[in-house]
């Protein structure tokens, strides 16, 4: 059966997010009209081997919360793909289905967003990874059981990911505290046994942390990984910030941006998502354009930013913050005292104008600081540390880089490297350093 229409149980909030953003061009097909306190929702494309070993996974993890929870697959293309990668999308909904309609797979509540099939498939304007995860969450609204206080909760998960036995229960108990409104679960990328996918995996997985890594020195508010198969919400959260974007890519950056301007983004530890290490041609950055690119050899994959571009960011930031500086002018003399590449950057944005416009809409001091974060937001805190690799700070070597910020967070590691690029096995302690430090 199809999901019903009718929209009469819903709350308030969340028909009116639907009337405003929600999408008629698809819908759910259940077995049942059961509602659900927990919905992960699985975007994927000529994803059929890999939504088989999920399932598996999933029916594999502790069954504790299995009967409140719904597995929404959105299987989605353009009508521009490949007949291969529609061919795959077929198989995929006809397994979905007998899951659903026939076998009723065990323990498992799945629903399935045809978002390939003629007529069905995504627009060429907007198709891509954003809309996928977009129609399966906006459709998860509808199935969220309302009855009750607590919180219901949207996960992201890929089809090609493999998850710890207690990945349900961890989330779910995490967003019994009170404060916790969105989060990301723990990630590790399973490393191949091929030496040179190896060696990409531990390349791009060491930027990721390193990255976070440097915003948590810098005390930002953005100092969070993000990444599409770890991201949490409530319902409330995922209303109140126009719910997931659009975007070809990067929609997992954006989302969890916008989340971080209205909640503190919490980390779900004990428990771990563990995302594909293959190559991909699905989004044009991320993972597996990150290993496609290192098998290419068209960048030196092994240069990460200047620890230094972070304390500048630190520093800009504990100005920025201070409650008792008001005037435009007092700011950008505090950041050419800083280095004159923060200046033109906060020049180049209209700074000025900007703050004058928070202050004129700003009628206590917490909603001075609340517009703040969402002017420096985690995007313009990107472009900055762009700005200052581009502009006195180059980026330098990745173990350089590590071992200057290992000393700069006071973190206590170290190792004698001979090489300029150490040996696989030297990358790997690398790594799991960076893993418990992020």
């Given at each position: 059966?199809t ?24 819908a759910?097909?259940l ?9 992960i ?11 088989i070993?999920?399932i598996?996974?999933?029916s594999d ?6 009967g409140?929870t719904?597995?929404v697959?959105?299987i989605n293309?353009m ?8 061919a795959d999308?077929?198989k ?21 967003a045809d978002?390939?099939?003629?007529g ?7 198709g891509g ?17 309302y009855?009750?206080s607590c ?6 998960l ?6 710890e036995?207690?990945y349900l229960t ?39 942390r390193?990255?976070?890594l440097?915003?948590k ?9 993000t990444?599409?198969?770890t991201?949490?919400?409530d ?5 109140k ?15 969890m ?12 530890s004990g428990?771990?998502v ?6 991909s041609?699905?989004?044009p950055?991320?993972?597996?354009q990150?290993v496609n690119?290192?098998?290419d050899?068209?960048?030196?994959e092994?240069?990460?930013?200047n ?14 913050n201070?409650k ?10 505090y ?9 033109d ?17 700003s009628k206590?001091?917490e909603q001075k600081?609340?517009?703040?974060q969402?002017?420096?937001d ?6 900055l540390?762009?700005h ?7 980026l ?7 071992d ?8 206590d590691?170290?190792?004698?490297r001979?090489e300029?690029i150490?040996?696989?096995?030297i ?9 418990k430090?992020?």
């Amino acid at each position: 059966m199809t999901a019903p229409t009718t929209n009469q149980q819903l709350p308030l909030t969340v028909l009116n997010y639907l009337n405003k953003y929600g999408s008629k061009n698809w819908a759910l097909e259940l077995s049942s009209g059961k509602k659900y306190k927990n919905i992960i929702v699985v975007p994927a494309i000529q994803e059929f081997e890999n939504i088989i070993r999920l399932i598996n996974s999933i029916s594999d993890i502790d069954k504790k919360y299995f009967g409140e929870t719904l597995l929404v697959f959105v299987i989605n293309n353009m009508k521009s793909a490949n007949a291969e990668v529609k061919a795959d999308n077929r198989k995929s909904i006809e397994y979905l289905r007998k899951l659903i309609f026939e076998e009723n797979s065990p323990g498992i509540n799945i629903g399935l967003a045809d978002a390939s099939s003629e007529g069905l498939e995504l627009p060429e304007k907007d198709g891509g990874v954003g809309l996928a995860r977009k129609t399966g969450m906006d459709l998860a609204l509808a199935q969220f059981d309302y009855s009750t206080s607590c919180k219901n909760i949207l996960i992201c998960l890929d089809a090609d990911c493999t998850i710890e036995k207690n990945y349900l229960t961890t989330i779910v108990e995490a967003f019994k505290q009170p404060d916790t409104n969105a989060a990301y679960v723990e990630y590790e990328h399973l490393l191949p046994e091929e030496k040179n996918h190896k060696r990409a995996i531990i390349c791009y997985e060491i930027f990721l942390r390193y990255y976070v890594l440097g915003l948590k020195h810098a005390n930002s508010p953005f100092a969070f990984p993000t990444i599409g198969s770890t991201m949490v919400c409530d319902h409330e959260s995922y209303i109140k910030i126009g719910g997931m974007n659009k975007k070809k890519a990067a929609e997992d950056f954006y989302f969890m941006e916008k989340l971080a301007k209205i909640t503190e983004i919490k980390k779900i530890s004990g428990t771990k998502v563990y995302p594909s290490s293959r190559g991909s041609w699905r989004v044009p950055f991320g993972t597996g354009q990150r290993v496609n690119r290192y098998f290419d050899g068209t960048h030196n994959e092994y240069l990460l930013y200047n620890p230094k571009s972070f304390e500048v960011l630190k520093s800009w930031l504990n100005i920025f913050n201070a409650k008792d500086i008001h005037d435009a002018g007092d700011y950008l003399k505090y950041a050419e005292a800083i280095h004159k590449s923060l200046y033109d950057f906060l020049v180049l944005n209209s700074f000025e104008d900007n703050w004058n416009q928070i202050l004129k809409n700003s009628k206590s001091d917490e909603q001075k600081q609340k517009q703040k974060q969402i002017w420096f937001d985690g995007f313009r805190t990107l472009k900055l540390i762009h700005h200052l690799r581009d502009n006195g700070f180059p980026l330098i070597n990745m173990f350089e880089a590590l071992d200057e910020m290992f000393e700069l967070t006071n973190y206590d590691f170290q190792f004698e490297r001979k090489e300029i690029i150490p040996s696989i096995d030297i990358q790997i302690q690398y790594l799991n350093e960076m893993r418990k430090l992020t």
